[in-house]
């Protein structure tokens, strides 16, 4: 009740002139609070903005790194080094070669796994991994690494022949990193089942942030002409599958079934675990796409893609900067978090710590994560001393980036 009648009497009392006199010295003061105003608006902006989109600081755990992940101490180790790093997300295999790594009844009961990996000690490795990442505050995601791909000589080739698919001249083989493969028919329903139980077990079993796939989510554009696959797309277009097997509609609609399937997965999961991170780590769009059918741009305009990481193991700067800043990848970095892969070494074939920092830096220059194939060639068979090697990691990222974990 006061307010009003304290503001009507400087009315009465105050002039003209005295009010002109008070505008003037109380103008420049409002522009000032309206300037500040504006500043911590623009500052405030990005960063609610970028909550959802965590910066992924990633590395790949291979099967290239079994010794490490068989001993509890060397497990200890490594997640304390990563940590001290500031990395927040390892990525362990779990699935090789038609063989998963953990103890799974379902493998166990369709008779493709003769053998269990375990721990020096006997113990559940995956699940000592995770324990002790989740200690050190980081999230684990683990990673299919071999998707619809299988050797010939494995126990799933073997035992479920009508699973695989085929080329037009019937071959059944490819080559690729791992060697010449098999492909699982990613549109036989037996196939999606299995592939989905397996990713389910993963997940319910473990204490798991969520689930990865990779550019091997895929099909080779030459296969497709199974038996099955071929009744299926005349039953569906009236026509048998060209010859050419990179025709553009035949090459569609085989994109498309995979993500159907793909589509089905990752409702399969939320149901399962609402919170599990749905990530993928393809090739680039181009690719994937024509080369391998992972029409993984599609996915993530689905919204069944929770975090992006593109491989570009490309050693010039020039063309890892290039592939780096295509527009798929700028759009996928407006919605979820994104993050490159980069080459870390092989065991015949080291990088130097100079150019992983300064494609690390390009990452960072275009607000992009990273993640690191594989943990082993952080550190062994480098060009650089040990001490010189692990300085330049943790050069890297200066400050914790850290990822909520998943409830």
């Given at each position: ?16 002139a ?5 505008l003037?010295?109380l ?8 300037f500040v105003t504006?500043l ?5 902006t990005?960063a609610?903005?970028q909550?959802?989109r965590?910066?992924i600081?990633g590395?790949?755990?291979t099967t ?8 509890r101490?060397?497990?200890?180790d ?7 790093m ?5 990525y362990p ?6 063989y998963?790594?953990?103890?799974s009844a379902?493998?166990q ?12 000690d006997?113990?559940?490795i ?5 324990t ?9 995601i683990p ?7 299988a050797p ?11 699973w ?5 001249d019937g071959?059944?083989?490819?080559i ?8 699982l028919?990613p ?5 999606q ?5 397996l990713?389910?077990?993963t ?6 942030d ?5 550019d091997h989510?895929?099909?080779p554009?030459?296969?497709g002409?199974?038996?099955?696959t071929v ?6 277009t009236n026509n ?7 025709d553009t509609?035949?090459v569609?609609?085989?994109a498309d079934k995979i993500?159907a399937f793909m589509v089905?997965?990752?409702q399969?999961v939320k149901?399962?675990?609402p ?7 393809p090739?680039y769009?181009?690719?994937a ?5 992972q029409d993984?741009?599609?996915w993530m305009?689905?919204?069944?893609v ?6 570009i193991y490309?050693?010039n700067l020039?063309?890892?900067i290039a592939n780096?800043?295509r527009?798929?990848i700028?759009?996928a970095?407006?919605?979820?978090p994104?993050g490159?892969?980069?080459?870390t070494?092989?065991r015949?074939?080291?990088v130097p710590i100079q ?9 960072q ?5 990273v ?8 550190w062994n068979?480098?060009?650089e001393?040990?001490n ?9 990222f200066p400050?914790?980036a850290l990822r909520a974990?998943?409830e």
């Open positions: 009740m006061k307010l009003p009648f304290l503001v009507q009497s400087w009315r009465r009392r105050c002039t003209a005295c009010r002109q006199t008070l003037k010295y103008f420049p003061i409002l522009i000032l609070i309206s504006v911590l608006v623009d500052n405030f990005p609610i903005a909550l959802p965590q910066e600081r590395v790949w755990m290239n790194d079994f010794d490490t992940l068989k001993s101490d060397k497990v200890q490594a997640v304390s080094e990563l940590q001290q500031n990395l927040n997300t390892i295999v779990v699935w090789n070669s038609g998963v790594m953990y103890p379902l493998a009961r369709a008779g493709i796994q003769p053998f269990v990996y375990k721990g020096s006997g113990h559940d995956l699940a000592d991994l995770i002790q990442a989740h200690h050190k505050g980081l999230l684990v990673w299919f690494e071999f998707g619809f791909m010939s000589t494995s126990e799933l080739a073997l035992n479920y022949p009508d695989f698919t085929q080329k037009r071959s059944q083989t490819s690729s990193a791992a060697g010449e493969v098999m492909w028919n549109f036989h329903p037996q196939v089942q299995f592939v989905t139980n990713v389910l077990e997940i319910t079993q473990y204490d798991a969520g689930i990865q796939f990779d989510m895929s099909l554009y030459e296969f002409y199974d038996q099955y009744a299926l797309y005349t039953q569906e048998a599958p060209p010859t050419d097997a990179q509609a035949w569609q609609w085989r993500t089905k997965l990752n399969a149901q399962r675990k919170q599990a991170i749905f990530s993928i780590a090739n769009y181009d690719l796409y024509k080369f391998h059918l993984w741009l599609s305009r689905q919204n069944i929770d975090e992006l990481i593109v491989q490309r050693p020039q063309s890892f780096i800043s527009a798929e700028q759009e970095q407006q919605i979820i994104t490159i892969g980069i080459m070494g092989l015949n074939n080291p150019q992983i920092k300064s494609q690390v830096r390009a990452a220059e275009r607000g992009l994560g993640t690191f194939f594989y943990y082993e060639s952080l068979d480098a060009l001393p040990l010189e090697r692990q300085a330049g990691f943790e050069s890297l400050s914790p974990k998943i």
